[in-house]
């Protein structure tokens, strides 16, 4: 086997990157649209025709997105690695798994009379927040432990300038978000809006920093 | 900082994910240290030291003599 030289593996790993981004994007859309039609189902309302074609559409597409993040991750990890770095990607891949399971876990509870929707202020049912609670925090840091503990110093260097950017970011948004409500400018701050906001960020540099 | 991982790793024709698993890092971070977007810590230069058999005076160079 034989390097590649330094341009071809700075293209081909932003290429790789960029794919990854698109096709994980497409497939959490896809899940979605899939999760929504398939709520309407399992609570009885009627699915319209076009839905059912939407549905038809959406899940070889969703499978497709999946395996094509898969292969444009494994290319980006390009082949054989070492054992740390085969458990940090395990904590990672647990992580998203997990992730995906409850989106569409509190996408289907409203099929059963819960009225929970995850990413809003409304009140939830007790069972659900206790749930979910348990979930964060629980196995959200177990995880992370587990991935902390294998990933190489560049990844946790990656992490820890990243994660310094979203803490500059939360200061800044949150005092101004609350300035601007306090003189009349805007709605009062949504925590959940911040904290989406302030991860999704640091995810974005976290793999800008690790892959670009 | 500068060094010379690429062309050594290139002299016993070793992909970057051959070096990454030889020292136990993922590749990512091998291609950060040859580019120069990451500088290694301490022990992580001295297990690359170690896997060449040179000093690390010899595979890295801060640009003082």
């Known amino acids: 086997m034989m390097a590649m030289t330094e341009e071809e593996t700075t293209g081909s790993a932003a290429r790789n990157a960029a794919g990854l981004l698109l096709s994980g994007a497409l497939g959490l859309f896809l899940l979605g649209v899939v999760t929504g039609i398939a709520t309407n189902w399992i609570s009885g309302d009627a699915v319209k025709i076009k839905a059912a074609i939407v549905f038809a559409i959406c899940v070889p597409l969703g499978i497709a997105s999946a395996l094509g993040a898969r292969h444009f991750l494994k290319k980006l990890n390009g082949g054989a690695v070492s054992s740390s770095t085969r458990k940090s990607r395990l904590a990672v891949q647990l992580a998203i798994a997990a992730g995906v399971l409850g989106g569409m876990a509190a996408g289907i509870t409203n099929a059963f009379g819960m009225e929970f929707a995850l990413f809003s202020n409304a009140p939830a049912p007790a069972l659900a927040v206790i749930s979910l609670i348990a979930v964060w925090c629980l196995l959200a840091p177990a995880l992370s432990i587990m991935w902390w503990r294998h990933i190489d110093e560049h990844e946790k260097a990656a992490y820890s300038s990243s994660a310094l950017i979203a803490l500059n970011a939360y200061s800044i948004i949150t005092p101004g978000w609350w300035l601007l409500w306090r003189g009349g400018m805007a709605p009062a701050v949504d925590p959940m809006i911040v904290f989406l906001s302030v991860i999704t960020l640091w995810g974005a540099v976290w793999m800008v920093r690790r892959y670009a | ?65």
């Open chain 2, 1 to 65: 900082m500068n060094n010379r991982l690429r062309v050594l790793r290139a002299e016993r024709q070793w992909s970057q994910a051959d070096l990454a698993i030889r020292l136990d890092v993922s590749r990512q971070a091998v291609n950060a240290i040859e580019t120069g977007k990451h500088d290694p810590s301490l022990p992580l230069a001295f297990r690359i030291a170690r896997l060449f058999d040179m000093k690390i005076e010899e595979i890295f160079d801060d640009g003082h003599d």
